[in-house]
């Protein structure tokens, strides 16, 4: 059997200064009695509070802990993303720092992976300490997210989840910009399952996820997963259309009954123009959100910049990385050995 590490754990952070030891206990304590090789990849998505000397110190205690970090702030999913390019073990966990997601859930999630499902995703029956509002948006989004997209996304799934390495492998290739990961591993598809857990209150510090911040990533959602809302527009332009005839026929009758004077004057049709112009520019804001993003993936910029890393090589590039053959005429310096690259590496351990 390879000496290769079993499961890489992926946490991003941004300001966790109060939770990061915390967190790193609560994950070695889960990870020793299971009897796994691991490592915890640390992404510092620019943390001003002190988090990421803290995770230095802790990763020049335990050789298993890597630090990625990154030149400025790039956001959650992106955070998760460059944790999932530099992982090398057969299998990645998704995990929050904050211990929302309660670390010990983890032997659950490698018992399904070994029972030979290659996503396992954590499924919140119950969310504790979160606001009304919270829990209320989520509810709706996840719903919303589960009906209108065209992939089978759970519902109330956030992103702790286990993905087998051939999962991530698809993941390192997909480079959008706008990422919705959850959304991502279901498309990967193979075999997937949900576990239930209980999501624990924050530890230490406050959510990073303002309603500005979520109604951006709600959007990435519908737009990286469906055409629904452009797809919308032709019902309801039928719909008015049919409407407007109707309301024409009608007021011509009673006009002939009751004289030229009924239903006259401009109120109506000022009120008319502007409930149409709103619909209107509420639809060409819609075609903007897809048209922006259309232009974001064109300029194919690198999704994150990384200022420093610790206890890491440089990530490899996405055809050179575990479980695709790598091309010739590339060096394949980096995580991974050459004698486990280009091995679909499958194995349970
Ligand atoms: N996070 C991040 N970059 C951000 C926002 C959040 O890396 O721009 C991290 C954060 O440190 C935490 C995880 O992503 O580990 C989830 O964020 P948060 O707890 O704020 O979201 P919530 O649980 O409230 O939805
Ligand atoms: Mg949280």
Redesign the pocket.
Known sequence: MSARTTVSIV??????AG?LRRFYEEVRAALEGAGLSWELLL?N???TDGSHELMLQLADADPRLRVISFAR????Q???TAGIDYACGRAVILI???L?DPPAVIPRLVAKWREGYDVVYAVRSERKG?SFW?RFSARIFYRLIHRITDIDIPVDT??FRLMDERVAVVLRQMREHHRFVRGMTSWVGYKQIGIEYVREQ?VW?????PLR?MIAFALDAVTSFSFFPLQIMIYISFTLAILSLLVGVIISGLRLVMGEEFFGGQATTIILLLLLSSFQLFFLFIIGQYVARTYDESRDRPLYVVSSTYGLGEPLAPNQRIGIAPSSGQSGAGLVDQETMGVAGHGRV
């Open positions: 946490a991003p952070v941004y300001n966790e939770n992404v998505d620019g943390s702030n790039f956001g959650h992106i955070a998760v929050d720092a904050d929302q979160e919270k956030g992103d924050r510090g406050e959510t990073k996820y911040k």
